[in-house]
């Protein structure tokens, strides 16, 4: 068989479970997509717990060709630094943080955000909507306050040199808003992940959100370079991988953005953070 050239890069694949017959299939899926997949995991307070951080990264040992690991900070009544280093030298290629206690920006997570800048390693951050579960009652959390877009303003201008995601931009909730903040930060990104985003996302809502705010037609469309593929896509639902690729192919080419904008959203700019080459695509 062919070998298909690695060309994509996916920010945002729950790890959720560790059957093996599961995760082979989803490496038959990414090297017959020529997809990596960034595979994230992490412990809940209630809602659903995905794999612990170090059988994630073990799990990438094994598809090292297709799957690299994000490790997920714990951002509760406390946080720590420490964390970001360890799992730093562990190996993995970023931080996914969701469900914190205090807003992300809250004053006790910054020294996490400065420990992951100093590493040069991203962050994607879950934003916007997140459903109940009878776990809120004990925890009276999460709050979509604390995961409001907004709150990313404080870390992405004071850590300049890391790479942020936003991951589900924010979700319809909060989606416009959180489009205008891409353009303020040149180190703030997003992803569409997420069937309710990408599925229901049309290309005229999606234009004017990323239209430039000087020109009424900017040419360069370089707005849409702060896109990155992200689907949220989970091990045992790995078809949601697929299908958000191709949304965002469908949505990227209804708009007219230019191939070397959209390569860079299916990979190139989030493969450069991490130091990995990807393959050109095929002619
Ligand atoms: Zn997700």
Redesign the pocket.
Known sequence: MKEVPMTRLDI?V?CDINDPEALQRLADQCRREGTIACL?GGLRYGGHDFLPNEEVIDICKRFSDCMVPLAKLDLWETADPAEVYHYAEKGVKGFKC?YPYYEYDHDIYMPVYEAAAKCGLPLLF?TGNYRPSPSDEIYRRPMLRNMNPITLDRIARSFQSLKIVM??MGTRIFQDEASQYLKIHANLYADL??SGQWFRMQAHDLAEMFKSDVAEVDVSMKNYRKLVL?T?AYVHAPEIMTMGAVYYMRLLRRIGVPNAIISEIMGRTVASWMNIELDNPEQ
């Open positions: 945002h729950h994230s969701i879950h991951a589900h992940g997420g992200g949220d």
